[in-house]
């Protein structure tokens, strides 16, 4: 009988790996990565590894006896360039191919090009894989140690300000540099982003907004500064470009998979269970397209928890399991002694119409709650830990919530 195959390098594939053993299943099972490394989960690259805070083996959820002793091949340097569902084959870049029985296609996404020259000089670094952060990491490091250092971000989603945040805790130089008028404005909206551009502000984190970058100036092949939209230049020695990710949905395009509209989030299009529209094959984290039921409209979510989710979700489906995927999205995020929980979905701009704060915002201990027509539609909790439950408790009731019952909310 063919093998069961998941095709990824990150916390989705071991989740579903995991699962799929846990669940009793004992047929053949390959993981296909395009890494020299066994499956990892992403978060701490921004954050404690980057910093040189935790050691290597912290970023594996399984370690490789865990596959040695599950009896799961890993096939590390390779990529998947092919697939053809009728035949139920993949073929590898170097010509081989790989047929399965049922297949998880996991393979995250890619960083976006900044669309700027310049972008190929030493010193200018995206930030994906365990790679790049090893190599953001020694230059952080080795300039921390030196005392100098100057570090222009670009991007202030959740990855450029995790880096920013790390860089300025190795007391190095930092400027961010966005295109919005406010840090994770996208994603937060201004209210919640002016926060964070507070905390930032208050750590002399220069905040550049409302521009963009025209090009990365250089000498002897290594980057020295940033040069902005209105000719301002801010000197660098490191660049770190975080200016969103683009799904990695190649495979299922060529092989006639079902994929959503960008204007609906792109992606690959599953149903509850995350098949596609091919029956044996699965799709799951950054790449999959997925009904919400509480939402009643798809939604693709670039975060940790997707990954752990929906790996663990998709394995159990791929041996048969109906149940549909009901999660929230949930996602976190520590900067400096700033740590937050958020659960929830918001489309930001006109998915909400206020935000109420509960607690002490200038304490940074808060639950904050994004509202549409006195309906909670999602929350994030600051440095008040255990709050996640009751939140999605008010956001799955649906009900009109008192003014008054959010402002008790943190007592």
Avoid: C
């Amino acid at each position: 009988m063919n093998p069961f195959v998941l095709v990824g390098g990150g916390l989705t594939t071991a989740r579903a790996a995991e699962a799929l053993r846990k669940e009793g299943y004992r047929g053949d099972l390959v993981v296909v990565t395009s890494e020299p490394h066994h499956p990892y989960e992403r978060p701490p690259l921004s954050k404690d590894y980057l910093r040189g805070e935790s050691e290597r083996d912290a970023v594996f959820p399984l370690d490789q006896a865990w596959y040695r002793e599950h009896e799961v091949t890993v096939r590390t340097n390779e990529t998947v360039v092919g697939l053809n569902p009728g035949e139920h084959m993949l073929t590898l870049s170097d010509g081989a191919t790989l047929p399965f029985a049922k297949l998880l296609l996991a393979p995250g996404s890619t960083p976006r090009p900044l669309d700027a020259t310049g972008t190929d000089l030493s010193g200018v670094h995206y930030l994906r894989t365990i790679d790049d952060s090893d190599r953001i990491s020694s230059m952080l490091l080795e300039a921390s140690l030196e005392g100098v250092g100057r570090v222009a971000v670009v991007g202030d989603g959740w990855i450029g300000l995790e880096v920013a945040a790390s860089a300025r805790t190795l007391g190095l130089d930092v400027t961010v540099v966005g295109r919005g008028s406010h840090p994770l404005g996208r994603v937060l909206g201004p209210e919640m982003g002016d926060f964070y551009a507070g905390v930032h502000v208050e750590h002399d984190v220069r905040l550049v907004r409302r521009t963009s970058v025209s090009g990365l100036q250089g000498a002897d092949g290594r980057v020295t500064g940033v040069e902005l939209s209105d000719g301002t230049r801010i000197g660098a020695d490191v660049v770190v470009i975080g200016v969103g990710a683009t799904p990695n949905i190649g495979l299922a395009e060529v092989a006639g998979l079902d994929l959503r509209p960008a204007a609906e989030g792109g992606g690959i299009v599953v149903d509850g269970t995350l098949a596609t529209s091919h029956p044996d094959i699965f799709a799951a984290g950054d790449v999959a397209s997925i009904p919400s039921p509480h939402y009643g409209r798809p939604l693709r979510v670039e975060h940790w928890a997707t990954a752990e989710r929906t790996g663990a979700h998709a394995g159990r489906a791929m041996l048969g399991a109906t149940a549909p995927f009901d999660r929230l999205p949930y996602f976190y995020s520590d900067q400096y002694d700033v740590g937050m929980e958020y659960t929830g979905w918001v489309d930001v701009p006109g998915g909400y119409d206020d935000v109420v704060v509960s607690g002490d915002l200038g304490a940074r201990e808060f639950v904050a709650f994004w509202l549409l027509d006195g309906q909670v539609v999602a929350g994030m909790a600051v440095n008040v830990w255990e709050q996640m439950d009751r939140v999605e408790e008010l956001i799955r009731s649906r009900r009109k919530v008192p003014r008054e019952e959010l402002d008790a909310f943190v007592g």
